[in-house]
């Protein structure tokens, strides 16, 4: 369910969208590794979804875990596409296989603001996951996408870019 908040000014009503807030870190509820989703996805879990892809881009975000809106759910979505328009749900991911080389770059979190980390991640990633409409997938992602899943794996068990400093 949706909840609108609305308020009168003047002789118009104003109604805006209640919008999770990003957990910030040192909220501990970030260290806590999420849960299994159980299938077939009910109304909650699209709901959720739909939160969290407006979430991450109100936010200016490439990538929201659903523990950073206060979730146990083990679901993110990602979008790293120029325009902003394509994002990917993931549910019950599990990377199958990385690479041996590795990249170090530099990170941000939206529930760490201010904060960057240099962070030593595999230049590609083989990922599992179950699609929203609840079909197998597998994908290897490679460079900014396989950098995008491996931080988004971190918060779904429990960890932080910054904790690899």
């Known amino acids: 369910m949706d909840l609108w ?51 991450m881009y109100t936010n200016n975000g490439i990538g929201l875990a659903a523990n950073q809106i206060g979730s146990f759910e083990k679901i993110f979505v990602m979008d790293v596409s120029n325009e902003k328009n394509n994002p990917q749900v ?10 041996k080389e590795k990249l170090t770059d530099e990170e941000g979190c939206l529930s760490c603001p ?13 990922l599992e996951w179950i699609c929203q409409h609840g079909k197998a997938q597998y994908k290897t992602f490679y460079h900014l996408p396989a950098r995008v899943v491996q931080h988004e794996m971190d918060h779904l068990n429990g960890k932080l870019c910054i904790d690899y400093v």
Not at 6 to 23: A, G, H, L, Q, Y
Not at 114 to 126: E, F, W
């Open 5 to 55: 908040i609305c308020w009168p000014t003047n002789s118009n009503v104003i109604c805006n969208k209640f919008m999770p807030d990003i957990v910030k870190y040192p909220d501990k509820f970030l260290y806590k590794p999420t849960e299994e989703v159980w299938l077939p996805l009910n109304e909650d879990h699209r709901t959720l979804i739909k939160d969290m892809i407006e979430a």
């Open 90 to 99: 993931f549910i019950n991911p599990t990377i199958k296989k990385e690479a």
């Open 114 to 126: 201010g904060k960057l980390a240099n962070v030593i991640r595999p230049i590609y990633v083989g």
